[in-house]
């Protein structure tokens, strides 16, 4: 390495350079993307011990959900769920591939493949696409769980709407708080840990998949294989898929999936922009889903009429085309459902 020497008044030259290049705002940013980038994959290396309680918004109704969760870092998991009443007792242990979950009301042990199960909490994360789409900005700090935190508001560049919020413990890097917000900028889900202990040595007979005496292990719910390769997909399908010719800002196509259910085949592709999704359904059924009663309303895509309802937190409207039956689920307003549907030309 090339050293400078007696050079001072270079040094100085240089930092006052970068002090009128880079102003607060940029190094805040750039500190606000770093603390992020770190705060995704700090379960990687963190073993942890908490009790997490969850809240999904669906109009004037929530669903809550406690669970303890317990986490021997990288990749082993087990969640014991001890609310609502109807899913007490149940629990999940995977090793971050093979999914084990526990329904002791039933007697049963339920295998899945954990790409398809995963916690929304513990999904994936794209940390590339969501900063190419979103701030990341830094805020107050705060107390979580006893704990100190700083603030991370997640920003579309393309709208300027708060989209997700999250607190980041400043000691592990761990997400220990974290909201989304809805199209009118209210809050559609939270999760918070109510206590956490960090770095603890878990014993690894907690995340065992095995089967207790006296209960069955079963296949659980069989999901379609996802694939990349959508070209591929789309020629395999019985029908003609027709493709939206308008996505919002930032969205892109991921993946797809085939499934056949009573002979008919359903194709979905999943859109995102790192933090939000939405799924497209296609099918020659021609026939709606089925809807709870007083659960739907009326909605307009394109020429034609269709349903909308809200289900667990996610936007679901659904019209039939040109034969086909279209179903869009996910993260979007009414608005956007709408304008994406009418760029659908069946």
């Not at 992020?36 to 908490?50: F, H, K, L, M, R």
């Not at 999914?99 to 790409?115: A, F, I, K, L």
């Amino acid at each position: 390495m090339h050293r400078l020497h007696n050079s001072v008044p270079f040094f100085l030259f240089v930092a006052c350079a970068l002090t009128v290049a880079v102003p607060a705002a940029a190094m805040a940013a750039n500190d606000g993307r770093a603390l992020y980038a770190q705060a995704v994959e700090a379960d990687d290396s963190v073993s942890y011990s908490g009790t997490l309680t969850s809240v999904v918004y669906e109009g004037d109704r929530a669903a809550s959900t406690v669970a303890r969760i317990d986490h021997k870092s990288p990749n082993r998991w087990r969640i014991w769920y001890v609310a609502p009443a109807d899913a007490y007792g149940r629990m999940i242990v995977s090793n971050e591939s093979l999914t084990y979950q526990y329904e002791p009301s039933r007697n049963r042990v339920y295998s899945y493949d954990w790409n398809n199960t995963a916690p929304g909490i513990l999904a994936p994360v794209d940390v590339g696409r969501v900063q190419a789409n979103y701030s990341v900005d830094l805020g107050p700090t705060s107390s979580v769980a006893g704990r100190k935190t700083t603030t991370l508001s997640l920003v579309s560049k393309h709208t300027g709407a708060l989209v997700q919020r999250i607190w980041v413990d400043d000691q592990t890097k761990l997400i220990l708080r974290r909201e989304n917000y809805i199209a009118d900028g209210s809050v559609g889900a939270k999760s918070s840990f109510d206590s956490i202990r960090v770095g603890i040595s878990l014993p690894q007979d907690l995340f065992n998949l095995t089967v207790p005496s006296g209960m069955t292990l079963v296949s659980g719910a069989t999901y379609a294989k996802t694939t990349t390769n959508t070209n591929e997909l789309v020629k395999s399908l019985d029908f003609k898929f027709a493709p939206p010719n308008y996505l919002p800002n930032g969205f892109a196509l991921e993946r797809g999936s085939v499934a056949s259910h009573d002979g008919v085949n359903t194709v979905e592709f999943v859109y995102g922009d790192g933090l939000r999704t939405f799924s497209l359904f296609e099918n020659a059924s021609g026939q709606l889903p089925r809807f709870n009663e007083g659960e739907s309303e009326p909605i307009v895509i394109g020429a034609a009429n269709g349903k909308y309802a809200e289900v667990s937190g996610q936007a679901l409207a659904s019209w039939n085309a040109g034969g086909l039956n279209f179903t869009i689920v996910g993260d979007l307003s009414t608005k956007e459902i709408s304008k994406i549907g009418a760029s659908i030309h069946p």
